[in-house]
């Protein structure tokens, strides 16, 4: 059964800092690209960061230079990392495989304030 659970949203200032993990369990975690996804209100959901299985990393246009994404295949989890926060930034994030799966979590949210 696949399961994915994201945490470490929650409300910071612009300019801030904020950190998301992401424990994937029932994927053979190790030979997939991890993905983080955001979706804003009313707006679709976007990937923002990619990890491939070696490391390999892209970035959304919007998160460049500001967000690291990072990857622990001993223990199935990915992780992102979130700096110098703007408001634009508000949204669930949601972490999945790349391309995802039909599967997501229930997502975690970031709110940051003007």
């Known amino acids: 059964q696949v399961q994915l659970v994201e945490s470490g949203g929650g409300l910071v200032q612009a300019g801030g800092s904020l950190g998301l993990s992401c424990a994937a369990n029932?994927?053979?975690?190790?030979?997939?690209?991890m993905g983080w996804y955001r979706q804003a209100p009313g707006k679709q959901r976007d990937l923002v960061a990619k990890?491939?299985?070696?490391?390999?990393?892209n970035y959304g246009d919007p998160v460049k230079g500001r967000f690291t994404i990072s990857r622990d295949n001993a223990k199935n989890m990915v992780y992102l990392q979130m700096n110098s926060l703007k408001p634009e930034d508000t949204a669930v994030y949601y972490c999945?495989?790349?391309?995802?799966?039909?599967?997501w979590g229930q997502g975690t949210q970031v709110t940051v304030s003007s």
């Open positions: 999945n495989t790349v391309p995802p799966i039909p599967t």
């Open positions: 029932g994927i053979i975690f190790s030979i997939n690209s």
């Open positions: 990890i491939s299985p070696g490391g390999s990393i």
